[in-house]
C-alpha cells in the first residue's frame, strides 16, 4: 500500500504563484511516474503533468508555460511550480503515482486525496 500525501494548496489572486508537493510512503514498491491531474467543479479530471524516474516529463500544454514538475527521487516526493495562476486553473489537484511492487514487480496506481487550489481576486 503507498500513502501520497499533498501540500500546498490555496487561495491565490489572479498573476499569483503556489507550490504543490507530494510525498509518497509505504513498503516494497518502486516509483515509476509522479505527477498532478486536476478536477474543476462539472469537469473531467484531466492531466497536468507527469515525471517519470528518468526526469522526462509531460505536461498539458494548457499549462506548460507556466507550470513546472520535478521530483526529488531521494525523497519520493513530486513538486507542481505554478506560476501566473488564473482563474482557469481553480481545481482540486491530485497527486498520482505509477509504482511497480518489489515482489513482483506488479504495477498500481494511486492517487491522493485533492488539495484545493483557488484562483480569485
Known amino acids: 500500500q503507498v500513502q501520497l500525501e499533498e501540500s500546498g494548496g490555496g487561495l491565490v489572486q489572479p498573476g499569483g504563484s503556489l507550490r504543490l508537493s507530494c510525498v509518497a510512503s509505504?513498503?516494497?514498491?518502486?516509483?515509476?511516474?509522479m505527477g498532478w491531474y486536476r478536477q474543476a467543479p462539472g469537469k473531467e479530471r484531466e492531466l497536468v503533468a507527469t515525471a517519470n524516474n528518468f526526469g522526462t516529463t509531460n505536461t498539458a500544454d494548457s499549462v506548460k508555460d507556466r507550470f513546472t514538475i520535478s521530483r526529488d527521487n531521494a525523497k519520493d516526493t513530486v513538486y507542481l511550480q505554478m506560476n501566473s495562476l488564473q482563474p482557469e486553473d481553480t481545481a482540486v489537484y491530485y497527486c498520482y503515482t505509477k509504482v511497480i511492487t518489489i515482489t513482483k514487480g506488479t504495477p498500481y496506481i494511486y492517487w491522493g486525496q485533492g488539495t484545493q487550489v483557488t484562483v480569485d481576486s
Open positions: 509505504g513498503s516494497f514498491f518502486v516509483i515509476d511516474v
